[in-house]
């Protein structure tokens, strides 16, 4: 009978821990399905923002680092107009280019998010790494919002923080 009972326990689990996986990987967006094209000779504003996030953080001493999970949230803060994001690039604490999420113009219909997700076993971006996020958004829209949410569980303690994008040229 306990063997059963463990049985039925360590399977439990097991299957907790697929599903955990699957809702993780099922946060990916499919650019893809978001592609549009624009003329270029059009009336939108431009723009280009760049967030800082931390894939890790120091701990204790520069010795010893803590993994996070990283949530970069694209929000079009307009209730009328779709605005449209062009590239989005993840660089590390380096400034080395670690990946391109998308380097066509996606849509974010009024008041959508969309985000990327940096898996905690994903350190490739360090203590320092950032994204730059290229758009375009109607005359006299609001721009975007983009924040990054890191945070990170381990028995009972949690940690977690915000940083908000900064317009660049």
């Known amino acids: 009978m306990k063997n059963v009972v463990l049985c039925l326990v360590i399977t439990t689990m097991f299957i907790s821990c697929v599903e955990k996986e699957k809702m993780s990987s099922s946060a990916d967006a499919n650019w ?9 000779n059009d009336s939108l504003e431009y723009g280009k923002s760049y967030l800082s996030i931390y ?8 010795q010893k680092k803590h993994n996070l999970t990283a949530m970069i949230s694209m929000r079009n803060t307009s209730d ?6 062009l590239k989005t690039k993840y660089y590390d604490t380096h400034g ?16 959508e998010t969309t985000e990327i997700i940096i898996d905690e076993v ?14 375009k958004i109607p005359q006299n829209c609001p721009e975007p919002l983009f924040e990054g949410v890191m945070n990170s569980t ?10 908000q994008a900064k317009r660049i040229h």
């Open 122 to 135: 994903d350190v490739e971006g360090g203590t320092g790494s950032n994204f730059i996020i290229e758009w």
């Open 96 to 111: 080395k280019a670690i990946r391109t999420y998308f380097d066509y113009p996606i849509f974010l219909a009024p008041m």
């Open 80 to 85: 009328r107009d779709t605005i449209y994001l």
């Open 55 to 62: 894939s890790q953080i120091y701990s204790i001493s520069e």
């Open 154 to 163: 381990m028995g009972q303690q949690g940690l977690s923080f915000t940083t």
């Open 32 to 40: 893809s399905q978001r592609k549009v094209s624009l003329a270029v």
